[in-house]
């Protein structure tokens, strides 16, 4: 089985990359393997143009390379900082850019134009963990935690998967080398509750 981990982070040594590296090595000793990108290592184009718009357009060969991987992952694990209540702009364009129709979801015919929404993707399990410098309580009350939303609802519902979970930490900026390791067992705890060993 293949589990697709994404981070987004600019600067190497983040916090986020020792998630995605306490995931991956989980992941790994339960047996599965791992797709991994690092989007700001690799500069993955964010970049959607209007000749990708349709669904039969063009592509090129790196996105139907990261395509075929999403389409074909059994899982999927996201990692990111909370920018503005949103994903980095580059995670947010290999969303536009990846998550295509057709490919991790359609539309139903004949809905009247409403775009009511069939997903498509092969994962029923997606894991997000995120990190901020906003407590979870400020989070809640004041901006009503719209990664949430936008997870749960607007990506990985719309797309089918149905068993999700999103961790967040925080405070980072005021963190203790206790605290993240503290975290970073919480990743390894998570990661193993929701993929279980190959048996």
């Known amino acids: 089985m293949s589990i697709l981990v994404l981070w987004a982070h600019p600067r190497p040594g983040s916090f986020s990359h020792a998630i995605a590296e306490t ?11 791992t797709i991994g990108h690092d989007l700001y290592a690799e ?4 970049r959607l143009l209007a000749e990708e718009l349709p669904n039969n357009a063009p592509l090129d060969n790196t996105l139907h390379h990261h395509i075929a991987e ?5 899982g999927i694990i996201v990692i990111h900082p909370n920018w503005w209540g949103m994903p980095p702009a ?26 009511v929404p069939v997903g498509l ?37 719309l797309c089918g998967v149905s068993n999700f979970y999103r961790r967040n930490y925080s405070l980072i900026v005021t963190s203790t080398p206790e605290q993240r390791q ?16 190959i048996t």
């Open 121 to 157: 993707l092969r994962a029923q399990t997606a894991i997000v963990f995120t990190t901020s410098n906003t407590s979870d309580k400020r989070e809640q009350a004041v901006f009503g935690d719209p990664l949430e939303t936008i997870w749960k609802n607007c990506i990985f519902g």
């Open 23 to 33: 995931a991956v090595k989980t992941l790994h000793a339960q047996g599965y393997e």
């Open 90 to 115: 580059i995670l947010t364009g290999y969303i536009d850019r990846v998550f295509r129709a057709g490919a991790a979801y359609r539309f139903l015919e004949g809905d009247s134009g409403e775009g």
């Open 43 to 46: 500069q993955f184009d964010s």
């Open 70 to 74: 999403l389409t074909q992952a059994e």
């Open 182 to 197: 503290n975290w970073l067992k919480d990743v390894a705890d998570t990661v193993a509750r929701f993929f279980p060993p």
